[in-house]
C-alpha cells in the first residue's frame, strides 16, 4: 500500500513570497490533516478535511494560509505571503473516516523562509 | 482540556540499556494515548496506542507502553536499546473535540551510545 506522498520535500523562499504544497494521501482514506511542525515542537494540527469539506481550521492563520481538498483525493496548503516564522515541517497525514484516531503520515515539506 | 508532557527533551542511553521515555497526560475524558517516532527527515510513524482494554501495549521495533490512569501517565520503554532506535519519540492524546485530532507532546530525542 502507498504511504502519504507529499511535494516538494524542500523549499526555501524569502519572506513575503508565496509557496504551495501539495499532498496525496493514502487510497480510500476520506480524512486529510495539514501539520505545522516548527524546529523543536511537536507537530500542531492546522487544518482537518473530511473528504473535501472542512472539519477543523482553527489553527489556521487564515490572513495568510489558505488550503483546500478539491473533488475530496490530493490537497495543497498554501502560504501567502510567508513570514519568518512560517519556516517549518509542514506534514500532511490521511485515516480512513471509521477510525479517525489512526494517522498516517507523509515525509513532510520542510520551508525555509529568509 | 487534553494535553501531554514529555520529560526530557533529550535521552542518552547506551546500546543495549534500558530505554525510558516519559509522558504524561491530561484529559477531562477517557484518553486515546500514542507514541510516534521520527526519523530524521521522514514523517511521522506509529509505534504503538492505546484506545481501550490491556493497559499494556506492545509496539514496533520492541518498544512497549503501559497506560496507568492513577499516574497520568504512558512511558515509553524498549528492554534493550539498538543504534537505529537513535529519533526522536512524539507522544500524543486524541483530541475529542467533535472534530478529532491528535495533540503532540514536544518529543523526545534518543541517542543511543555505542
Known amino acids: 500500500e502507498a504511504g502519504v506522498a507529499q511535494s516538494p520535500r524542500y523549499k526555501i523562499i524569502e519572506k513575503r513570497q508565496s509557496v504551495a504544497f501539495w499532498c496525496n494521501p493514502i487510497s480510500g482514506h476520506a480524512t486529510l490533516y495539514w501539520y505545522q511542525q516548527i524546529l523543536g515542537q511537536g507537530p500542531k494540527l492546522l487544518i482537518q478535511f473530511q473528504n473535501n469539506g472542512v472539519v477543523d481550521d482553527s489553527q489556521l492563520p487564515k490572513d495568510r494560509f489558505s488550503a483546500e481538498r478539491l473533488k475530496g483525493v490530493d490537497s495543497t496548503l498554501k502560504i501567502q505571503p510567508a513570514k519568518l516564522e512560517d519556516s517549518a515541517v509542514y506534514l500532511c497525514a490521511s485515516s480512513t473516516q471509521r477510525v479517525y484516531n489512526e494517522q498516517f503520515f507523509g515525509p513532510g515539506t520542510r520551508l525555509t523562509v529568509l | 482540556a487534553q494535553s501531554v508532557t514529555q520529560l526530557g527533551s533529550h535521552v542518552s542511553v547506551s546500546e543495549g540499556a534500558l530505554v525510558l521515555l516519559r509522558c504524561n497526560y491530561s484529559?477531562?475524558?477517557?484518553?486515546?494515548l500514542f507514541w510516534y517516532v521520527q526519523y530524521p527527515n521522514q514523517g511521522l510513524q506509529l509505534l504503538l496506542k492505546y484506545t481501550t482494554g490491556a493497559t499494556l501495549v506492545k509496539g514496533i521495533n520492541g518498544f512497549e507502553a503501559e497506560f496507568k490512569k492513577s499516574e497520568t501517565s504512558f512511558h515509553l520503554t524498549k528492554p534493550s536499546a539498538h543504534m537505529s532506535d537513535a529519533a526522536e519519540y512524539f507522544c500524543a492524546v486524541f483530541h475529542q473535540t467533535g472534530a478529532n485530532n491528535l495533540f503532540f507532546g514536544t518529543g523526545t530525542r534518543l541517542t543511543v551510545i555505542p
Open positions: 484529559s477531562s475524558v477517557p484518553p486515546y
